[in-house]
């Protein structure tokens, strides 16, 4: 099994910026990708970035493309998200995930292990 626990969420202001982190435990030798999920209220959980495991291939979705990073620490079997020029549509619940399967992919069923979420409010 694999335990991942977000951190870094809050509420900042618009074109503002925030970095979240997620630390994973447990089997992380098994994993081969992780990723940052939002939802919104009332939404779809929708894909934000992935990276691979050894933090070599990186994407991102269409509306966070050029404001957000997604990086990887191998020392700390973590991954951040650097959230800058936020806007309050980017407001959501927050979560990590990752995978032991090798293909890429921007759906969340292709995403096994889960964290809790955390909360990021953008404000007007």
């Known amino acids: 099994q694999v335990q991942l626990v977000e951190s870094g969420g809050g509420l900042v202001q618009a074109g503002g910026s925030l970095r979240l982190s997620c630390a994973a435990s447990?089997?992380?030798?098994?994993?081969?990708?992780m990723g940052w999920f939002r939802q919104a209220p009332g939404k779809e959980r929708e894909f934000v970035a992935r990276i691979s495991w050894s933090g070599t291939t990186t994407s991102y979705g269409d509306s966070v493309t050029g404001r957000f990073t997604i990086s990887r620490d191998n020392a700390k079997n973590g991954v951040y998200l650097q959230m800058n020029s936020l806007k309050p549509e980017d407001t959501a619940v927050y979560y990590c995930?990752?995978?032991?399967?090798?293909?890429?992919?921007?759906?969340?069923?292709?995403?096994?292990?889960w964290g809790q979420g955390t909360q990021v409010t953008v404000s007007s």
């Open positions: 995930a990752a995978d032991s399967r090798v293909r890429m992919s921007t759906s969340a069923s292709a995403y096994g292990y």
């Open positions: 447990g089997r992380t030798f098994s994993l081969a990708k």
